[in-house]
């Protein structure tokens, strides 16, 4: 039976660690674009066409209280890319790009709670592999 723990995910955002501060769904990356997409002709001819871009985005929530968020502001003002690495600590999935850049400042809520802010991060040239934990039998 595999075990499952987001506290063994490293991330580090230029050099430095992130660790998550409790929020339940703290990271998502998306790829932009298919590895493939399809097309029919008119006399059903079809073509798997090969798609080259390999950029993504990362998403990390943080609370509003997070001493991370000032470090997210600096790395916003940054007029240079910067290297990004999200590593599965007990499994094989590793996302990373040394390209990459904050796409916008967070939206800011102030209410009677604590809410999160959500830091997008645009990644070129990713590298990834989606994978699983060694030692446990594929499912195939």
Known sequence: ?????????????????????????????????????RTVGSTGEQVHNTNHDTSGTLTIRLLQTSSLNDKFSIF????????VLLTDGEGTTNIGSPECKIMRLPNLDIAAEVGNNEWTISMLNVTAIIGGKPGLPAEV
């Open 1 to 37: 039976m595999a075990n499952y723990d987001p506290k063994k995910y490293d991330l580090t955002v230029n050099s430095v660690i992130i660790e998550p501060d409790g929020i339940d769904n703290f990271i998502t990356y998306e790829p932009s674009a298919d590895l493939v997409t």
């Open 76 to 83: 916003a003002s940054l007029d240079t890319s910067f290297a």
